[in-house]
């Protein structure tokens, strides 16, 4: 089952990439693109690498839903479903892409990938932080929880708002 929920997944996430340059407007291509990553995630979930799924999963949504609202912000079709092209000087793109791919899959076969040497490791995302940062790995998580608090800190400082989100002492009362 897992097999073919696996595939299911596969096929699904590249039918959503294509559509994302076969639709004919912004928001649709928006959407298509957050299902393509959707699925990719999915299929890390499925791969038991369940850290990079679930981060794959927030953060395509975040950044999906940012692009939909700087896309009606900003565009001149503000709901993006106007027809338009979303691909533009059609066969230099295609003949890249073609290129591209093939010495993609070119690399792939003929790189005389490693063998695997021993085990996978009981918590393969502990052992990847402990190879990227080796013994500096609780310095590095103290860190990155001061620049958290220097960034909401910084948010705090640089507004200025009131208790009721006026500034304090115009609204007829004491300051």
């Known amino acids: 089952m897992q097999t073919v929920v696996f595939w299911v997944l596969a096929v699904a996430a590249v039918g959503f990439g294509v559509a994302v340059f076969v639709v004919d407007s912004m928001a649709r291509a928006t959407f298509a693109l957050l299902a393509s990553f959707l699925c990719v995630g999915g299929e890390l979930l ?24 700087f896309m009606i912000m900003y565009m001149m079709n503000p709901g993006g479903l106007m027809p338009m092209t979303m691909v533009h000087n059609r066969r230099a793109a295609l003949t890249i892409s073609i290129a591209v791919f093939a010495a993609m899959a070119a690399g792939v076969l003929l790189t005389p990938w490693p063998h695997r040497r ?58």
């Open 46 to 69: 499925l791969l038991d690498l369940n850290y990079l799924g679930v981060l794959v999963v927030l953060m395509m949504i975040m950044e999906m839903l940012v692009m939909a609202v």
């Open 118 to 175: 021993g085990a996978v490791p009981h918590d393969p995302a502990f052992s990847l932080g402990e190879a990227i940062m080796g013994p500096k790995m609780l310095a590095m998580m103290v860190i990155g929880i001061a620049i958290l608090a220097t960034m909401i800190g910084s948010v705090v400082l640089a507004t200025d708002r009131g208790r009721y989100d006026r500034p304090p002492g115009r609204d007829g009362g004491a300051a």
